[in-house]
Structures are given as structure tokens and as C-alpha cells.
């Protein structure tokens, strides 16, 4: 049994236990994250559940087992030896004879002085955890889990009850300080998460006044050579990359004689504290966290990453250093475990969770020559624009591609044809942003805003940048184009930004490689992750099955007057074509492409592992045949198909058609034809709500048939399906629930349905029923859809819910997040609104629209809104 296993079996029986500790406003913090109804159900009000477990364990560790270093958790929790030097790595029989003739210490002591004995058994990262003089432990969560809350969340509890607790218990010291510190600006970037936490979330009212009243946040700045807080001040933040305060080797000044100039060897350097870090050393009762922890580890590994240790090293000497908080996506260093993780939450349960997105049987490897990497990276935006270029988040960010370069000079070279490849997709090409070394200032302030759902950026090319602290969930696939260094897990770092998830989103990622790449990600996935993740992209969402069954098949049908748009060619179409078949098309050469899963294979020890055939794809001329070609082009124009098909033949005889024809024939289609004209015609329909037919015929026990349907649903929305048992004795009327259970997405849609049903139920003379119709899209199943068009194309749409009231009104209602208010396509004045406030005119009177903007709950003022709509004519 790991560390980490044993600790979560005592934090376990600690919650059940109700938190108890000598810190009574302790327990109050921790129940706090979770908010519960008058039936005793309950759902967290913030923390996703592996922050909230990582949180627990952190504080069970400071208040129960009293802040122990790691050697003395050890032995806390494995009192029997064995047992013990199984967990801590020193199981072998030669270890267990040492502590025969030297006992258990005495190994220990071994472990931290004798420098050949740790090479002989590879006990370098060990020796790390053993030689520490302060308390430090290891929070290992998979990226996407959210460290950086999870950071904000220990230091608020922290500051809390430090100013809550007037006498804490003599060998309890809070943290009243805290440094934050990770490697690069990358990650930096990412930690200014910390300013916008909502700690009212984190805390109750009675702490988080006091707290918010003496929080200081200072982030550090790049043109100040010290820090502004002040020396013996308590409840500091400060934020800073782990280059701005760690030890500085100072080079010796020496005197220009020609002894120097012929000394090639390198001057001994003095290393001293720079004044940021006096200036944190200055600061009382510190606490230390540092964002990606692998990189503090190096104890006779990396000169760089020795020193990252040795400041840290330099504050528990230099002030009462309470603790140390690491935080790393990963529990090993080079292959080895890091045996002072407390806590390890990994990728498969984050993908299993749904905080991850799934990449299964996604990732694709190609085979090609070097000099067909422009053909890889046309072929990969082209797939990737077809895949996912109508795909946003739920708060309107559009799904973006990331293409790394290994040198700026590759990206220079292959950015015209991502340009081609984006211009034949019909964008712009400013929907292409590049980052790297050379890049100006706009750039790097426009990747730094990809997270902005107003972003216009769909396609980003990046040279080493981009990768360990990158949080970019509209992030949708990666691609490597030639091959990229190995170092520092690059390659792994690089194809695994895409899996950052939010709540929501249900499609998958996707991660272009060529085989080169593949290698590299194959051996990374090894190193960093061990045997323990073998089955990691074939790791799904959790999602739970159930049946959806019809309660009311006889509802009354939506009558309304719709538009219907009509586009008519100035010109009668020709009885005759004449197409020229251009010239100049190469010969196309052959790429291949492989779809790879992780898996360990027994044979090979690899843990990437090929499903299926390899795919040749003909990379330079795609074709179609003449008939194909003709339909396409008919259906376009609206022409005679075999008017077309007869001048292609007349064209191009027994050949087929390349794909890059099609544009030039359809321009000579479209000057022997009219501009078209559009015209608006209206057309009287009925909208069934539901069609029986539609679903599954079933016989019960009882001898009647009923109407069902199987659903699935992410397991983490199970507290957003139910049925009308929920609202027993509120809804006499027996409004709704036309079928059972109903499925919401959101909070903000249960939330407003259940506010409406009770508010409805006081109005029965005025209100006939309201449903939810948001889950249920399936022309098979409802014909209660609209069209709204886009990027030429037409797009059906189905509002939330329908409330009907008497004299045949109905008010359509959608609930959108209030990120999406400005979206183009979703916002208050987007397509979508457009084409539904288009419906309403056309009815005036009976059809009305409503947006309603929700994050949490439904805004009391959008209630009020559906009870005027039932109580009279008078628009809500």
C-alpha cells in the first residue's frame, strides 16, 4: 500500500467522524464546501470532489497527525516495519537485512550520507524526501483538477482560522504568510487565477469577512528588483515564477591580466539570497507552495533544479517555515515514485470524472517523408477545421488546433500552407496567432487571451511555448510537426494540452503525430505515468444508462406561422454547359496514417499501442468522380444533374475529378447564372411535442405498453435527473414531466423548472402545462425544432423548455450561460435569438421568446417574467 492509500483510508473515517479536531472552525470550512437541500441531498458548492478530498487530507495531516514530516508519517501509518519499507520503496530483501544489523533509522541515515550506496540503488529522489528538514508533501493532481484553486483554497483556510483562532493549540502554528511559486511565465500566467477565486465560495460569511479584509496579493514584477510587503506583516500572497527568487550564483569579479584571459575553466560562483527572497524570508509563520513540484527535485540531478531546492531550503533556516505544499500532475520523477505524495488523483479518474476530456482510440500517428511536412500540416487543419469548426464551449470559445514547431524556422516555413489549409475552409487568416521567442507583444497578449470567448483564434503555432501550465480548455487537438526535443517531457507535455475539460462539453480530443512523435510520446507516457496508467486514453467519461418514459402522449400540438427563406436565380437555368478542364495538377504523394490507444503490450512493452489498419491518404490530389462531382454541383446551383454530368464527361471523359476543380467549375457555373434573390414566404405548421412513434413500444408487467427511450448522462450529472417524486406535494396541479425522468444539463435549467412549476401551481386557471424539451432533439422523437442558419449551412434548434398557457399561448424559454450574452451564435442578440424572436413576430399574440442568462440558480426577476406571461396577453 502506498502513502497516499494508507492517508485516504484515515481521511475517510475523519469526515465520517464529522472533522474532529481542537480547531472547531475547522470543520465548519470543510462542511461549508458542501451545500445540501431540506432533504438531505447535497452537491458541492465549488470544489470539484478531488480538490475537496486533496483539501481534507491537507488539513487531516496539520491538525491530526500534527504537521509530521514525511519519515515521521511513515511511521505513523506503517507501524509494522516490513510494511513500512514496502511503502517508502525498500522492500527488496538486501534493505530489509540492513535494517536488520542498522535498524530502521540507521537505513535512513544510509540513504541521506552515503552517496554510493544511493547511485547503486537509484535512491536519488528518495534521498530527496528523507533529507528534508521541514514539513513538505506532494498534492499529485492530474492537470485540469485545478491545483491553483486548490492552492487558494489551503491558503483562505489557512488565513481564516488564523484570525479566528485567538489561542491556537501550542504545537499548531497557521500559516500567515504564503509564497506561491512555479517554474517559467507560462505557469505564472496561469497562477493569476488566485486574484479571481470567489472565496465566498471557499468560506462561510463569518470567516470570509475578516479574511478578505486582510488578504494582500502581490504579484511580482519584472522592473522591481525587490518585493512590497513588509517586513513581520501577516496574510501576504505573493506570486512569483520560481527565476525571480531563487538563489543567484554571482560570478567573482576578476582583474584582466593575461593569467585570466588564458583560464578557460569557469569561475567558482558565491550564491546568495536575492533581495525578493530576503524580503519573503523577512515575512513570519511562511508557508510555501510550488506549482509543478517534479521540477523542486534534483538533489544531485540538475544544477538548475537543485538551486529551486536549495531556496526553499534557504526560508525553512531563514523564518519559522510551517509547511510545504507541492502540487505536480504527477507522482513520479524519472520513472522513480515520489514517496512524499499524500494525495494522488491521476489521469484516467480525471478522465473517468469528466474534468478531463477523452482522447480514446483518438490519437493519430502519420508516416511521411521530411519533406512532406507541409502536406501533414495541410492534411491536419483541414481534418481538424471538418471535425471540430462549428464545435464551441458552452460559453461560446470556439474548439482550437495547436501545431508545435520544434524551430521558428520550421514554423516559417509551413505557416503558408496552414494559411492555404484555412483559406480552403473558408476562414480568415487572421484566425491563425503564433508564440515563440521572436513573437511581438500583441501576440503574446492575444495567447494569453485564448481563454476570452470573443477570441477570433481557431489555429495556434507554438515553439516551445505553450506546454506544463498551459490552461486552454477550448483546446480541442494538438499536432507535432517534425520532430520535437525530448527533453523535460516535452513531447508529452506538448499533445496532452488538448484534454483540459470543462463542464458541459461532451466531445473527445484529438492528437496528430508524426511517427517520430509517436516514439517519443510512447516513452514519455512510461517514464511519467508507469505501468499504473496503462489504460489511460482508453479511459471513457463515467456515465450512467437509465430509461426515459412517456407519461402524457396526447399533448396538443405547437400551431404557429413559420418563415421560410426561398432563393431564386435572376436567371433560367441553361440547357446547355460547356466546363474546361484545367491543367497543372501534380501527382499526389502518399501519406499514411496510424490511430493509436494506450494499452500495454506484453510482446513489446510499449504503452502505445496501433488499432486497426494503417490508412494511406493521397496528401496532394484528392478526386471524386463524375458523378459525384455532378451531384455536388447540381445540388449547389440547383441545376440538372445530368445537364452537369454530360459537360463534366464532355471535360474530363473516364477520369475522375480533383477536388481542387470544383471550386474553378462551380465559378464557371456561377457566371452563366443570375445572383440569386432571396424571398421570404410563410408556411402554417404543427409542432408535436412528443411522437410516440418515436419511441420504443414496451409491455409492463401489468399488460400495458409504454413509450420509452434509453439515455445516458455524465455520472457527475445525476443530481440533475429526476422525475416528478421530487416535487411531491409541490405540484398538485400535475404540471409537466411529460416524460419521466427529465434529463437537465445545467443547474440554472433545474433550478428554473422547479421555480416555475411551484410558482405555476399558484396560476392552475391560467396555465395549461410547461415542459422541458431541451434534452429531447430527435426528429424521430419531437418536431418542436427551429432552423437558424450559419456559415451557409442550416442548423436545427430546440428551446429548453415550453410553457402553455390558456387561450393557446406558448412562451419558449432558453437558458444560456452569461458568458454566452454577447456570443455571436448563442447571445441575446445571436443567430439563434434572431430566428426564435423571427417565429414570435410572425405569431403576435401567441408565440413568444425568452432568454434567460444563469450560472447557478435562475434570477427571481425571469420567474416573475413566465407569471405575467400566464396571467395575460402582455409579452414577459
Known sequence: MDLHEALAAKVDAWRDAGYPSDVPALAEILEFATEGDDDGRGHLRFLRAAQLRALETYWYLRVVERTPSIPDLYKSLFPVGSERLAAIGLGASEFMALVVDDG???????????????????????????????????????????????????????????????EPPQDLQFIENALVFAPGTTIIESLRELSTIPFGKLLPPRLLGPFEASLKVTFTRDDERGIPVVAGSRFNLVVTNTEKIRIQAIPRRRQLTLASLLDMRDDEATERANLRLEAIAALPHLGVFSDEAHHTYGQNLETQLKRVRQTVDYLGKATNLVAVVNTTGTPYFERQPLRDVVVWYGLRQGIRDGILKEVANNIQSFAFEAEQADEFVSHVVTDFLAEYGDHALPDGAPAKLAIYFPQVDDLEELRPHVELAVAKAGLSPTVILQNHSRSSVDEVDAFNRLNDPTSEHRVILLVNKGTEGWNCPSLFATALARKLRTSNNFVLQAASRCLRQVPGNDRSARIYLSDANRNALDKQLQDTYNESLSALLLQRRATTPNVIRLRKSDLPPIRLRRPRRVLTRETAAPTRIAFTRPTGIETARLMTRTTYGVGLANATRRMLTALGDTIEIETSLDTVDTYTAAMTLATTYRLDAWTVLDALRAAYGSDDVPVAHLEPLAETLEASLGRLVETTTYEDVELAIAKPEGFDAVTLADGTVARQADISYPADRAHLVFGPDRLVGENPAGYGFHYTPYNFDSSPEADFYEKVLRALNLHPDEVRDIYFTGAITDPGKTDLAFTYRRDGRDHRYTPDFVVHAQGDRWLLVEIKMTARRQDAVEGEAGIKATALRAIADANPGRIFYRMVFADTVAPAPEIARVQVFVDGPAAP
Open 104 to 166: 530502521y533509522d540507521g537505513l535512513l541515515t544510509r540513504i541521506r550520507t552515503d552517496d554510493a550506496f544511493v547511485r547503486a540503488h537509484k535512491l536519488g529522489v528518495l534521498r530527496e524526501t528523507l533529507s528534508l528538514d521541514y514539513p513538505s508533501y506532494i498534492l499529485a493532481l492530474a492537470m485540469g483538477a485545478g491545483k491553483t484553486v486548490l492552492i487558494g483554497a489551503i491558503v483562505a483556510s489557512e488565513f481564516a482560522l488564523a484570525l479566528d483562532t485567538a
